[in-house]
């Protein structure tokens, strides 16, 4: 069975102190301990806000923490990010989508599916119908495959009152 490990939010700054946190040296920790106690891992997903502002500096410094990383990252846009500085500094799997980071990764036993919720401009999420579309012919595709599907932005009310603002405001079109 395919073992994935999760990460999300990682708001990292290459010389702030978002939240009062060292993100580099939190984000260092965490990539050790992954290493050490899931080294059998098939990838990381990072399902968005990789960095805390959006800027080239950030993600140099997230590509440099990264390199070297022992496992395969998948990485994923959150509100906080943009989508040309994640490209140009980090690796995507083949074939993601054109205007968007949105991708699949295909296991022997499943495929995870890479969902690009940002709505640009917004802290909330949007689900549009070309992404939606790609969703929905990723699933088709292997009618018989198990999918996992990640997104940055929930698709329905959590009970949490700062993230329920902030969900994918068209979370029924994914659920």
Not at 92 to 101: E, R, T, Y
Not at 110 to 126: P, Y
Request: proline residues 6%; glycine residues 6%; contains cysteine.
């Amino acid at each position: 069975m395919t073992k994935l490990v999760w990460l999300s939010d990682l708001h990292l700054s290459a010389t702030d102190r978002p939240f009062g946190i060292a993100t580099k040296a939190s984000l260092s920790n965490a990539l050790a301990q992954l290493e050490k106690n899931a080294p059998n891992a098939a990838g990381c997903v990072i399902s968005g806000d990789l960095v805390n502002r959006g800027i080239e500096e950030d993600y140099a410094a997230l590509a440099e923490l990264l390199d070297g990383f022992g496992l395969s990252v998948f990485p994923m846009v959150g509100n906080h990010d943009a989508r040309q500085l994640l490209r140009r500094h980090l690796t995507l799997p083949a074939s993601p989508m054109d205007d968007f980071v949105q991708y699949s990764v295909a296991f022997e036993d499943c495929t995870i599916l890479c969902l690009d919720t940002q709505e640009e401009g917004a802290d909330h999420g949007r689900l549009c119908s070309k992404r939606a579309d790609w969703l929905s012919a990723a699933l088709n595709a292997q009618p018989t495959m198990p999918a996992i599907v990640f997104a940055h932005h929930p698709p329905a009310e959590l009970g949490l009152p700062m993230q329920d603002q902030d969900r994918l405001k068209d979370g029924d079109r994914l659920l």
